[in-house]
């Protein structure tokens, strides 16, 4: 995270970062905390430190905290961190800085958990499709991790019921083919039951969302149709069925950096289902 993803998590004003800036510097020199510079794509100027737990920092979580953080750390991975993953990452941390103050703006809902990636790479999430060769049925394994899971829990009257999407956070670098071999994994791992053992609930729906642009949401769309009804490469099992019964499961939607509130994102009707070009909102309250 940033210093000032940390006072939006904390929901501080951004006239505290000088002094959060100060603190996560101790934090650094005492190695609690590691950090590194965020990838930079233009000849001039610098990007804020992006920093995380160290290992002197997870153990002190640990032992003090009873915080257990199910997690090793190796300072020689930051070096092994793809350009695109550090963006990925702090896009992903708005979503969720996102949901965890929700409530703030609509009392009637509230985040029962939140689950990051790194929390979720701890558990094995592996389905089987069968790739179409147009000749035959190929089988492949497939192994993925979600980017998160969000658990909201949204009073109505005097009933609440449960809301729980998961999040994949596209950055534009996934091509068609290995993009619908996604959509066709989420569709195995819900129909299979696989995502009620994992996580012990029905309530599921599947965000795809980009900070890149509107375009890019709505190209996700049109290849999520393409997979579930048209041509699909990937098939959840071995009679190669179209899935256009699973288009409730996805939505996708664009949020631009710093450019929405938790009630934009959430609330408000930014999101497009398969086949549907009626915008709706992620979590119906109504």
Not at 28 to 37: M, S, V
Not at 53 to 81: E, F, Q, T
Not at 194 to 200: D, V
Request: aromatic share 12%; hydrophobic share 35%.
């Amino acid at each position: 995270m940033t210093a000032e993803q940390i006072l939006r998590h904390r929901d501080r004003s951004i006239n505290g970062l000088p002094k959060m800036q100060e603190k996560l510097k101790l934090l650094y020199e005492q190695k609690y905390l590691d950090r590194f510079f965020q990838p930079r794509y233009e000849p001039h100027g610098s990007l804020p430190f992006v920093y995380l737990l160290a290992s002197k920092g997870i153990k002190y979580l640990n032992d003090y905290c009873g915080i257990a953080a199910h997690v090793y750390y190796r300072p020689s991975d930051n070096y092994k961190r793809s350009p695109l993953d550090v963006p990925h990452d702090l896009a992903l941390n708005e979503m969720l800085i996102a949901a965890r103050h929700l409530e703030k703006y609509e009392p009637s809902v509230h985040l029962f958990e939140a689950r990051h990636e790194w929390m979720l790479r701890s558990e094995t999430y592996r389905v089987t499709l069968f790739r179409d060769t147009h000749t035959q049925l190929v089988r492949e394994d497939v192994r993925f991790t979600p980017d998160g899971w969000l658990d909201f829990r949204i009073s109505v009257g005097n009933q609440t019921h449960q809301a729980c999407i998961l999040v994949e956070m596209d950055m534009d670098t996934h091509q068609k083919p290995r993009f619908q071999r996604k959509i066709a994994s989420y569709v195995a791992f819900i129909n299979e039951g696989l995502y009620e053992q994992q996580f012990q609930t029905t309530s599921v729906v599947i965000c795809f969302v980009t900070p890149t642009s509107e375009k890019r949401a709505m190209q996700m769309k049109a290849w999520c149709e393409e997979q579930l009804a048209r041509s699909p490469v990937y098939h959840p099992s071995q009679q190669g069925a179209t899935g256009i019964d699973d288009a409730g499961l996805f939505l996708f939607g664009a949020v631009l950096p710093g450019a929405l509130s938790p009630t934009d994102v959430f609330l408000s009707p930014l999101w497009y289902a398969p086949f549907d070009m009626k915008p709706q909102a992620l979590i119906d309250i109504r």
